[in-house]
T-cell receptor
C-alpha cells in the first residue's frame, strides 16, 4: 500500500518568513495530492491540492509543488502570519479504482508574531 | 448546506460499554470516510464507503469496531466493547463522486473511555 512520510513534524518561524513542508510517497501510481489545515480543536480543511499532471499550483500565499520522478511534493507558505499557525497534513491517493487516501503524520506550524 | 454532521460531539464512557458514533454526510456526496485521530498515530482512515457500500475497511483496528451505511444520508461507527485505548477524536468526512476529490470533514466526536 501507499506510504506517506511528512517532514518536519514541527516548524517554528517568525511572522513574515516562509515555511516549507515536505512529503514523500511510495506508490508511483498516486495521482492526487491534497493538503489539509487543521486549527486547534477544529476539523481538517482542504487548502490546496495538485494532480499528477501538474508540477506546481499557487493560491495567493500558498503553493504546492510536485516532483513525480522523486515522488515528493511540498507545501510552500510565503509571508507567514500568526493565523497560519496550525497542523498541516499532506495526503496521497493511489489510482486503480479504490482511491484510498493515505495521510502524513502532520506538521505543527507555529508562526511567532 | 449544513456540512457534515456528527453526533455526539463528546462522549465519555466506561470500559466495556458500547459506543455508537453517528454521521450525516453532505447531501449528494457519494463517498464517506471514518477517521480516527490521536497524537500517537495521527489521522488514520478506518473505513471508506462509496455509494453506501464499504470499499475498504482494512483500517478498522479489530472486530470490536464495525461501521454501517444503511442509506446515503446516514452512517454509524460502533465500538463494542470499548477500551481506554479507543480514546480519540473520530472524524467523518464526505466527498462528491469519489475519494480523490476534496473531503469535507465533520466537527468530530471526542471519545473518552475510562
Amino acid at each position: 500500500g501507499e506510504n506517506v512520510e511528512q517532514h518536519p513534524s514541527t516548524l517554528s518561524v517568525q511572522e513574515g518568513d516562509s515555511a516549507v513542508i515536505k512529503c514523500t510517497y511510495s506508490d508511483s501510481a498516486s495521482n492526487y495530492f491534497p493538503w489539509y489545515k487543521q486549527e486547534l480543536g477544529k476539523r481538517p480543511q482542504l487548502i490546496i491540492d495538485i494532480r499528477s499532471n501538474v508540477g506546481e499550483k499557487k493560491d495567493q500565499r500558498i503553493a504546492v509543488t510536485l516532483n513525480k520522478t522523486a515522488k515528493h511534493f511540498s507545501l510552500h507558505i510565503t509571508e507567514t502570519q500568526p493565523e497560519d499557525s496550525a497542523v498541516y497534513f499532506c495526503a496521497a491517493y493511489a489510482s486503480g479504482g479504490s482511491y484510498i487516501p493515505t495521510f502524513g503524520r502532520g506538521t505543527s506550524l507555529i508562526v511567532h508574531p | 448546506d449544513a456540512g457534515v454532521i456528527q453526533s455526539p460531539r463528546h462522549e465519555v464512557t466506561e470500559m466495556g460499554q458500547e459506543v455508537t458514533l453517528r454521521c450525516k454526510p453532505i447531501s449528494g456526496h457519494n463517498s464517506l470516510f471514518w477517521y480516527r485521530q490521536t497524537m500517537m498515530r495521527g489521522l488514520e482512515l478506518l473505513i471508506y464507503f462509496n455509494n453506501n457500500v464499504p470499499i475498504d475497511d482494512s483500517g478498522m483496528p479489530e472486530d470490536r469496531f464495525s461501521a454501517k451505511m444503511p442509506n446515503a444520508s446516514f452512517s454509524t461507527l460502533k465500538i463494542q466493547p470499548s477500551e481506554p485505548r479507543d480514546s480519540a477524536v473520530y472524524f467523518c468526512a464526505s466527498s462528491p463522486y469519489r475519494a480523490d476529490y476534496e473531503q469535507y470533514f465533520g466537527p468530530g466526536t471526542r471519545l473518552t473511555v475510562t
